[in-house]
């Protein structure tokens, strides 16, 4: 990816990191921008996915700690609580 587009890419998706809550934005925009540019494809593609997920569902798995069925989700979850 050339570096136009990957500027593009981080913008969109630190964008789609604010969602409104002060909580889940600190958390999703950590993960973003400490962790994100080190983790494998896999893990960014799981990313894009979580944060295709509802607010509500965010702030349960975030904030109240309540587990996702997937584990990928369960796995990339626990990463962002660490932040």
Avoid at 64 to 75: A, G, I, R, W, Y
């Amino acid at each position: 990816m050339n570096t136009l587009a990957a500027a593009h890419e981080y913008a969109r998706l630190r964008w789609s990191c604010r969602r409104g809550m002060k909580e889940l934005d600190e958390h999703l925009l950590a993960y973003l921008t400490q962790v994100y540019q080190y983790a494998n494809q896999q893990e960014q593609q799981q990313f894009v996915k979580l944060l295709a997920q509802s607010d509500i569902i965010l702030y349960q798995w975030l904030i109240l700690q309540q587990t996702p069925e997937n584990l990928d989700f369960q796995v990339l979850l626990s990463k962002i609580n660490l932040n």
